[in-house]
């Protein structure tokens, strides 16, 4: 019979390589679980069925992972200022992403609709994070990446 020599752990090992770990909690808020298990204004199928006014595509050059953005523009009002201004009439979005990407462009893509284009620009990773209720700071960069898919995208509108 061989000999058994694992040990059982309950707890994250910290070393050099994964020093990462120390003092951060392995815990995702329900909120963010929810929005990666039911991310909003996810785009399921070909891209081609979607009318779109204009996309944008960015990489995460920490993970390699990748995201598209779709936006639908409308003419509208500046809620802030009463002038006419260029709204967000719809989002869609794909990712290669982890779970805090997911997570945070679906919440992403909930605060931009029916905003002016500028004022979309102004969303912030912090905005976002309130409305998750926090994320681990080591997956900061990941919740970026659907921002910066938006403001590609965004300018993308802007150059047409
Ligand atoms: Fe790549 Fe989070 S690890 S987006």
């Given at each position: 019979m061989a000999n058994k020599t694992t040990k059982k752990t309950t707890e994250p090992t910290k070393t050099a390589a994964n020093g990462f770990l120390a003092g951060t909690p392995w815990v995702y808020t329900e909120t963010v679980k929810e929005h990666f298990l039911n991310p909003r204004n996810f785009l399921m199928g070909d891209e081609s069925k979607y009318q779109?006014?204009?996309?944008?595509?960015?990489?995460?050059?920490?993970?390699?992972?990748?995201m598209l953005m779709f936006i639908q523009v409308e003419d509208g009002e500046d809620p802030k200022t009463k002038k006419p201004a260029k709204i967000i009439k719809d989002v869609k979005w794909k990712t290669y992403g982890c779970a805090s990407a997911i997570a945070s462009t679906s919440a992403l893509s909930e605060l931009a609709k029916g905003r002016t284009l500028d004022d979309a620009l102004k969303i912030s990773a912090e905005e976002i994070e309130e409305y998750l209720g926090g994320l681990?700071?080591?997956?900061?960069?990941?919740?970026?990446?659907?921002?910066?898919?938006?403001a590609a995208a965004i300018a993308n509108y802007k150059k047409k």
């Amino acid at each position: 019979m061989a000999n058994k020599t694992t040990k059982k752990t309950t707890e994250p090992t910290k070393t050099a390589a994964n020093g990462f770990l120390a003092g951060t909690p392995w815990v995702y808020t329900e909120t963010v679980k929810e929005h990666f298990l039911n991310p909003r204004n996810f785009l399921m199928g070909d891209e081609s069925k979607y009318q779109y006014d204009a996309k944008g595509i960015v990489g995460n050059p920490i993970c390699g992972d990748q995201m598209l953005m779709f936006i639908q523009v409308e003419d509208g009002e500046d809620p802030k200022t009463k002038k006419p201004a260029k709204i967000i009439k719809d989002v869609k979005w794909k990712t290669y992403g982890c779970a805090s990407a997911i997570a945070s462009t679906s919440a992403l893509s909930e605060l931009a609709k029916g905003r002016t284009l500028d004022d979309a620009l102004k969303i912030s990773a912090e905005e976002i994070e309130e409305y998750l209720g926090g994320l681990p700071k080591h997956k900061f960069h990941c919740s970026v990446l659907g921002h910066e898919a938006l403001a590609a995208a965004i300018a993308n509108y802007k150059k047409k």
